[in-house]
């Protein structure tokens, strides 16, 4: 080595080493230093890691809420205000159905979100369709949903103010009486179609003072419906406007049945919603006003009123209230017109008019039992069937909100209930066609008491007793007459396993009624059939069963879109699905619903949700029916245990 150092001092250069001598390449070293940087580097942030406190996973966090991102989050930041203040404002003139779960969700989450407050506020501004039934039916339901109202109001709480407004606007020429027609108004507005070319009336044109004077007439009854409205001046005539929201529309029309419920006589005239709607959101101090997107084209003249009457809320950080749309939710299969469910409830009378002249009559008479008929779409009846308020949240809040029309399968509600149910609702035993099974091996003495757990997989904390003795039922489904290799269940010389019961058991015989219809089924244990692995059915003990009468829904219609059927002419009375509810009368379910039913109340009006939900073994999701007694229970599907391919 000290050779080797001479020879580079002497000649400037390394000397050769031999080749078996040589260490590492320049290369290698340098691969070398930076994986050993590398390695150091790793090191010192573990140790850093470690020095820092423990942080709460993402995924243990929760999921991301639908108002802290997305649409309701560009909501927010386009007016990000202190004071959140939203409202629901619904029309009190019929039940509110699915698609109002969405919006009531939006509306209340939104201000809970950003700690603010939301409004109930009654559209009541047409005494002709309203009743005291909806009014409450609404609180009940935004109740059951599980949101308190910061204040109830109602439009009606401002008739006096919004009638000086009217006035208000007439007098800065922006509003004038018209005396048009129907067919007339369309026509100014460019026909049918709304292609051709706009103009105004000789009404538009008529002095400040005039319409002032035809207003108060309207207002003092000189006029009958339809003979005279309150117009606003808006874009009727620029060429440029597109929007028909922009058109003239109307401000206050005569009512003919104008006793309003709460105003009494007073008013013979009522203001419209495009006039109403924009200045109780002011009045109200309403910070985001957030609609559907029917509504997107009213955003102009919503905002083109409010610039109008220069009007100012005091409390906000910005002037006036903020509209903005986002998209319906709309379920494929049914319907939610509040006209078109009226024919089903109520039945209606179709008049066609033949080529000849003569009028022909059609009668389609009543299709469901009331608007909570749990075949319906309308918050009432979805509760009535059994859906939980949180599994409707649920399913909003994984659809999530966009301006986009959220229009779904039937399917993909149900699996969202169906998962909110899996971890939430006890077990039973429920057989709905009963066939009754005597083990003619079994012996009185070995009756048995079997514990049984609500949910076998520890999800649910309880459990129940269920009785166990010498016949039992089973449903005439699980039996038949001959077996073929892909059936697995009873039939003669062929095992099936009984849910939680030590042993198969297997059919020796049955026996039928005059109809050909299977009456009993003899049968004996058979605990050689474990070694086969046999498939288990559900039982109910005959000397324990409590009678039911059991409920499965489908479909309403046929179709998937039932909107596009004939609803002029009756045609879509055609398209109903005669299998829509399919009634077990002879159902028979475990004793342990007894014991359910002492725990709970069958009432779940007001703000509870104490409906008896449970999932009946191999069957489907069920609830107790409000109108049942202790001795006369019925029950309602909510949803199958998993989804019906064939509907």
């Known amino acids: ?59 243990s966090a929760g999921p991301v809420s639908v108002f802290s991102e997305g649409w309701l989050k560009r909501v927010y930041e386009e007016k990000p205000v202190k004071n959140v203040r939203s409202r629901f404002p619904p029309e009190p003139n019929g039940f509110l159905h699915i698609g109002h779960a969405k919006a009531i969700a939006v509306n209340f989450g939104f201000a809970k979100h950003h700690n603010g407050v939301c409004f109930l506020r009654y ?113 009727l005539t620029d060429p440029k406007e597109g929007n028909p929201q922009m058109w003239d529309l109307p401000a206050y029309r005569v009512v003919k049945e104008n006793h309003h419920h709460r105003t009494g006589d007073k008013w013979k005239i009522y203001p419209t919603y495009d006039f109403t709607h924009c200045i109780c959101d002011a009045m109200e101090d309403i910070s985001h006003s957030m609609c559907t997107t029917e509504f997107q084209q009213s955003r102009i003249s919503y905002d ?115 998962k909110h149910l899996e971890r939430t609702v006890p077990r039973q035993m429920l057989v709905l066609d009963p066939v009754k099974v005597i083990i003619e091996d079994f012996a009185a003495e070995d009756d048995q008491e079997i514990t049984v757990p609500y949910d076998p997989k520890g999800g649910i904390p309880g459990e129940r007793k269920v009785k166990f003795s010498k016949e039992v039922y089973i449903d005439r489904t699980d039996f038949r007459e001959v077996a073929d290799a892909d059936y697995r269940r009873l039939s003669p010389n062929k095992a099936v396993g009984l849910l939680n019961v030590a042993f198969p058991i297997r059919a020796t015989s049955f026996e039928k009624d005059e ?68 009634v077990f009368e002879n159902a028979v379910i475990e004793r342990g619903l007894k014991s359910l039913l002492k725990e709970h109340t069958l009432n779940p009006n007001g703000s509870s949700d104490d409906l008896i939900r449970f999932q009946a073994v191999r069957t489907a999701y069920f609830c107790v029916d409000v109108d049942s007694t202790e001795d006369n229970i019925v029950l309602n599907q909510i949803v199958s245990l998993r989804e019906d391919k064939a509907k």
């Open 1 to 59: 080595m000290a050779d080797t150092t001479k020879a580079e001092a002497s000649t400037g250069a390394p000397a050769e080493v031999p080749a078996e001598e040589k260490g590492p390449s320049k290369r290698a070293l340098e691969k070398a230093a930076k994986k050993a940087a590398a390695k150091a580097k790793k090191g010192a942030h573990k140790v850093e890691l470690a020095a820092r406190p423990k942080e709460t996973p993402a995924s």
């Open 123 to 235: 559209d009541d501004t047409n005494p002709e369709k309203e009743e005291e039934k909806y009014f409450t039916s609404i609180l009940d339901i935004i109740r059951w949903l599980g949101f308190e109202p910061y204040k109830i109001t109602y439009s009606s709480d401002n008739f006096d103010r919004l009638y000086e407004l009217a006035e208000e606007l007439i007098q800065k020429d922006k509003a004038y009486v018209c005396h048009c027609s129907r067919e007339e108004v369309n026509r100014q507005r460019g026909g049918p179609d709304n292609r051709g070319a706009r103009y105004g009336c000789d009404h538009r044109k008529r002095p400040i003072e005039e319409s002032i004077t035809e207003f108060r007439a309207m207002r003092d009854g000189k006029y009958q419906a339809g003979e005279a409205y309150l117009r606003m001046k808006q874009s």
């Open 304 to 418: 083109w009123l409010l610039e109008q009457l220069d009007i100012k809320v005091p409390k906000s950080e910005e002037k006036g209230p903020m509209q903005r749309e986002f998209g319906r939710l709309s379920v494929n299969g049914t319907i939610l017109s509040k006209r078109r469910i009226l024919m089903l409830v109520e039945g209606t009378t179709i008049e066609k008019k033949n080529e000849d002249g003569t009028v022909e009559k059609k009668s389609i008479p009543p299709v469901v039992r009331g608007w909570d008929d749990p075949r319906l779409f309308t918050l009432v009846a979805l509760r009535r069937r059994g859906i939980p308020a949180q599994a409707l949240l649920n399913f909003v809040e994984e659809l999530g909100v966009t301006d986009a029309l959220t229009e779904i399968q039937s399917s993909r509600l149900e699996s969202s209930i169906r």
């Open 515 to 582: 109809n050909g219809k299977i009456t009993e089924i003899k049968a004996v244990k058979a605990p050689e059939a474990l070694a086969e692995k046999p498939a288990y059915i559900q039982w109910v003990d005959v000397t324990t069963a409590v009678p039911v009468t059991a409920r499965q829904y489908n479909s309403l219609f046929k179709t998937e879109s039932p909107n596009t059927l004939d609803w002029k002419t009756g045609g879509w009375a055609d398209d109903l699905n005669p299998n829509s509810e399919i």
